[in-house]
């Protein structure tokens, strides 16, 4: 004999309210659906299994044993419903990805879409950090994996090199050093040597941050001698002062996008080109075949390939 669960429920349901009136509206059927359901179950068991006294209905000897095991029937599926619940959620990992902040605002968005195209559920946590503190937390336990900027990999840490970043110099179209540049083959930006900028102010980011150490590279390489120079702890910032005439600016060659608006800024490669850091993925040696954290590595490849 098998009876399904929406039998059992409407059996119970019966049971708990004493009347087919009450049981219809607590299950959101009509009436008479319920009545022919319980008909047609009667005539399957060859039992009456309720019968009405004083306006209600209350089960039979049959139908209290039907009864009594129906409920223990649906109490065990709403168990079996939250045990599965539970293991898809213990089973759907939270990776916690940092990064630095430009980068976090660039990546956002297409690596969730990406996650998400991706196939089964796949959750994560993405924060934003300086250079340093990105470092010291995946080191302590608080990160599963960053993006960071470098010159070699990251010691005693797995790393996935993803792509040359290069560090522009930003001018005002107005600045004459902009006539002394060179358009070199195949580059998208002429190069301005820094010597050409001497006795110039330079907005530079804290030395906290990721940007700051490729700043201090390309100033203190010998090129040029005097300079002065502010601090900020912001590029878009930094950016806007450059536009309005306040001072020489850096950025990473990918987010010359971001500043568009500021129609009055031309980028230049400087330094030595062939010493570019990478960007890099750097993850503990202890994951390196924990599935999840080589399907977000995969997925920020991607992400990375697409956007920048």
């Known amino acids: 004999m098998v009876l399904n669960l929406r039998q059992l429920l409407y059996l119970t349901t019966l049971a708990e309210t004493g009347s087919y009136h009450k049981a219809s509206q607590k299950l959101y059927i009509s009436q008479p659906t319920l009545s022919i359901s319980i008909k047609k179950l009667e005539d ?5 299994l309720y019968e009405r006294d004083n306006k209600q209905v209350v089960p039979t000897e049959a139908g209290a044993i039907i009864i009594a095991y129906a409920q ?23 990776l916690r990805v940092g990064t630095y902040q430009m980068l976090y605002s660039l990546l956002l968005t297409p690596l969730l879409n990406t996650i998400r195209q991706s196939g089964p559920a796949f959750s994560i946590k993405l924060q934003h950090a300086h250079n340093r503190e990105l470092k010291e937390s995946l080191r302590a336990g608080a990160f599963d994996l960053i993006l960071c900027i470098q ?23 107005t600045h004459p ?37 490729q700043e201090d590279k390309i100033l203190h390489s010998g090129e040029i001698k005097k300079y002065t120079s502010i601090e900020l702890d912001s590029i878009a910032t930094s950016m806007r002062l450059v536009s309005e005439g306040a001072g020489i600016g850096f950025l990473m060659e990918p987010y010359t996008a971001s500043f568009s608006h500021y129609r009055n800024l ?43």
């Not at 223990?72 to 939270?94: C, Y």
């Not at 040696?285 to 992400?303: A, D, E, Q, Y």
Request: proline share 8%; hydrophobic share 40%.
């Open 266 to 308: 031309r980028f230049f490669l400087t330094g030595n080109l062939a010493e570019a850091p990478w960007l890099m993925v750097c993850y503990p040696k202890r994951s390196r075949k924990n599935p999840h954290i080589l399907r977000i590595v995969r997925l920020l490849k991607k992400t990375i390939d697409d956007i920048l």
């Open 72 to 94: 223990k029937i649906l109490a065990l599926d709403g168990e079996l419903e939250n045990k599965l619940s539970e293991l898809k959620k213990s089973s759907q990992k939270v």
């Open 44 to 48: 399957r068991l060859g039992f009456p």
């Open 177 to 213: 050093a902009c006539q002394r540049s060179l358009l070199l083959p195949r580059e998208p930006y002429p190069y301005l040597p820094v010597r050409e900028l001497e006795n110039e102010c330079f907005i530079l980011q804290l030395p906290s941050q990721q940007i700051r150490w």
């Open 151 to 173: 010159d070699e990999p990251e010691k005693n840490m797995e790393t996935v090199l993803l792509k040359k970043e290069r560090l522009l110099l930003a001018l005002p179209d």
